[in-house]
């Protein structure tokens, strides 16, 4: 199993900046991929941002060039920098890790952390 705790949300306004971060509670070298997602009431979850264990990066389209993922495996931690927030860019934000183990997949999933851009 896997805890994950984010944080770093908040209000900002549009073309501020905010980084979010998500501590887990084991070592995340060998989690297949860590991953942020985004969700609007009504709406559901998107994928905003996922780096696997090889490296590989992927953004949603909209936050291309202006959103950054990260992980620094020696603190068990991903970081999504956001710039250039837009208010479309207000969500909840939530952090997954998406493990393997043979031939068992699971994710899990933090609490979430609400991100509020005014315009």
């Known amino acids: 199993q896997v805890r994950l705790v984010e944080s770093g949300g908040g209000l900002v306004q549009a073309g501020g900046s905010l980084r979010l971060s998500c501590a887990a509670s084991?070592?995340?070298?060998?989690?297949?991929?860590m991953n942020w997602y985004r969700q609007v009431p009504g709406n559901q979850r998107v994928l905003v941002a996922a780096?696997?264990?090889?490296?590989?990066?992927d953004y949603l389209d909209s936050v291309k060039g202006r959103f950054t993922i990260s992980r620094d495996n020696a603190k068990n931690t991903v970081y999504l920098q956001m710039n250039s927030l837009k208010p479309e860019d207000t969500a909840v934000y939530y952090c997954?890790?998406?493990?393997?183990?043979?031939?068992?997949?699971?994710?899990?999933w933090g609490q979430g952390t609400q991100v509020t851009v005014s315009s």
């Open positions: 780096i696997g264990s090889g490296g590989r990066i």
């Open positions: 084991r070592s995340i070298f060998s989690i297949m991929s």
């Open positions: 997954n890790a998406h493990v393997v183990t043979g031939f068992r997949e699971n994710d899990y």
